[in-house]
């Protein structure tokens, strides 16, 4: 369990480090109530890093849990199979190390880094780019007190137990891995390039403070113009490819498991990352497109 929260939450803080894609909103709690004649589904945007003093969660979003007959996450962290297929995914092949991945510049800066860390390089000669990326971005939101325990997909995942609600996963970890995995060459090396130089430049910190400020506003706005600053520092070639893999395709995905959730149920609690919520091609938008009418709550 522990390394199945790890890899989610490893995912998660690469998703908002750097998409961003939202539109314009007033300062209220991210949550959405969508109406087709006696179906109510309640969507909770969510920021899945996570603290102590994140908790309690607003009324509204208690409210809108109760409700609920059943539960939808992103992910059933608690699907060891899917981890454990997961975690081979963001490794290199047998007779291939980082070194030889990664151009040289770019290692000579990794190294840098991880000296500057106490961190001996031989420890992630055998991750992939991606997996490097998201290990060393759990190392700093560690150090800032986020911790996979107080995320919401395992607050949500425990209360659903608790509670006896039915939960659904709408992606599996080994699914959200293989999206990583799938990423071209030069957006991998992009996004591990701006996550070091963030490390070096002691940007998580302020970046992530202001993300879980705006969050806790529900400050959509706000929230936006964090992630999508980080987005823009991606070579502009590499932008559709990321946004249409990280987003549109997953969006896609998650309207489908919705969907499917739906069968037999008339309310529904879902929780994903606020940026599947907001903007073009959303499943917001995309619930819409299928007659659902959607008031901000």
């Not at 087709?36 to 309640?42: E, I, L, N, W």
């Not at 993300?211 to 070579?235: F, K, T, Y």
Request: contains cysteine; neutral net charge.
């Amino acid at each position: 369990m522990r390394n199945t929260k790890f890899l989610l939450h490893c995912l998660a803080l690469c998703l908002a480090l750097f998409a961003g894609t939202a539109a314009a909103q007033s300062a209220r709690t991210l949550l959405w109530e969508a109406r087709a004649g006696v179906t109510t589904v309640y969507l909770f945007g969510t920021i899945h890093v996570g603290r102590a003093d994140m908790y309690p969660l607003p009324k509204s979003v208690e409210d809108a849990w109760h409700a609920s007959r059943k539960v939808a996450l992103e992910a059933d962290i608690g699907n060891q199979e899917s981890a454990l297929a997961a975690m081979q995914i963001g490794m290199l092949p047998e007779g291939r190390s980082l070194d030889r991945e990664l151009p040289a510049d770019l290692y000579a800066a990794l190294q840098r880094t991880l000296a500057a860390n106490n961190l001996p390089v031989e420890a992630i000669q055998q991750l992939k780019p991606f997996m490097l990326m998201l290990t060393l971005a759990q190392m700093e939101y560690g150090k800032l007190g986020y911790v996979p325990e107080f995320g919401l997909d395992v607050h949500f995942t425990r209360r659903a137990a608790a509670e006896g609600k039915p939960l659904i996963g709408l992606e599996t970890i080994e699914a959200q891995m293989r999206m990583m995995d799938g990423l071209s060459v030069p957006l991998q090396q992009a996004m591990l390039k701006m996550t070091i130089e963030d490390i070096d430049a002691g940007r998580l910190a302020p970046m992530v403070a202001r993300l879980i400020s705006s969050w806790q506003d529900g400050n959509a706005r706000a929230v936006h113009d964090v992630l999508h600053s980080e987005q823009a520092r991606l070579p502009a070639p590499l932008v559709a490819e990321f946004r249409e893999k990280f987003l549109t395709e997953r969006n896609r995905r998650m309207l489908a498991g919705i969907q499917k959730a739906l069968v037999g149920c008339d309310t529904l609690f879902v929780a994903v990352g606020a940026l599947h919520l907001i903007g073009p091609d959303s499943v917001t938008e995309m619930l819409e497109k299928k007659g659902f009418t959607l008031t901000r709550r």
